[in-house]
């Protein structure tokens, strides 16, 4: 009897260390079910976070592109702003230079770069006449004779008081009544070659232009007055006054 007992306690003790091995596995299974489930969920965001970062690079790609592009062209508002605060700037030089004002002039004048002045279309940055602004009020009781470059045609030396290079160069017509008025643009009138992009980089133009005079000589001889302005600072300044007519 205590055999038979014996082989039914182990039986029994089989029976339940099969049905824990057996419990044991569903909980595994079902366990590793979710684990694989979760694993298959995470690595569908980390996807869909490479596609977001993906997408994000290719946004901010094209924000830089247009920020460029905005650099290089500002909206029309911006240039309107600041054609309307260089013009008057302008007018104001313009009038001056007409009343022969030096006084008024310097003021506007560039602190560090001073005004260079030349005579025709082509700039020469290496001989071209350069004041400072401390000098500009006296120019027109200064006597002394300037190399101002070559004359047009001849060659001659152009050597002239500023009084002289004035009446020649510089108010030879009344500017201030000049039927157009040309902003921020370079255009090629004459046989020499306009290199003001080259002379003044970062230079703003407003140019006063006569498109000529007497109908005989078919715009021949049209006259320009071209000044140029630089930013230093939040304000714009005179740096340059460029003569310019018809060359051979």
């Not at 200064?142 to 101002?148: A, C, Q, S, V």
């Not at 001849?154 to 108010?171: A, Q």
């Not at 715009?219 to 051979?248: A, C, N, P």
């Amino acid at each position: 009897m205590n055999k038979d007992r014996r082989i039914h306690l182990g039986l029994a003790l089989i029976l339940a260390c099969l049905a824990a091995i057996l419990s044991g596995s569903a909980v595994y299974g079902t366990q590793h079910q979710a684990f694989q489930s979760d694993l298959q969920s995470k690595t569908a965001q980390i996807e869909q976070l490479n596609l977001d970062v993906t997408d994000l690079r290719a946004r901010i790609e094209v924000l830089n592109t247009e920020l460029e592009k905005a650099a290089l062209h500002p909206p029309v508002e911006m240039k309107l702003e600041k054609r309307v605060v260089i013009q008057e700037k302008a007018d104001r030089i313009l009038f001056a230079l007409k009343n022969k004002d030096t006084e008024l002039l310097g003021q506007w004048v560039h602190p560090q770069k001073g005004l260079r002045m030349t005579p025709y279309s082509n700039i020469n940055t290496a001989t071209d006449v350069r004041f400072p602004g401390k000098d500009i009020p006296d120019l027109f009781y200064d006597e002394t004779i300037y190399h101002w470059g070559v004359y047009d045609g001849s060659g001659e030396p152009m050597d002239l008081t500023f009084s002289e290079y004035y009446e020649k160069y510089i108010y030879d017509q009344d500017f201030l009544a000049a039927p157009q008025i040309v902003f921020d643009q370079v255009q090629q009138r004459g046989n020499l070659i306009n290199n003001f992009k080259d002379a003044y980089p970062q230079g703003v133009s407003i140019e006063y232009h006569f498109p000529g005079f007497d109908p005989q000589y078919g715009g021949m001889d049209w006259r320009s007055l071209k000044l140029v302005f630089e930013q230093d600072g939040t304000d714009w300044y005179l740096t340059g006054i460029i003569h310019e007519e018809w060359t051979i």
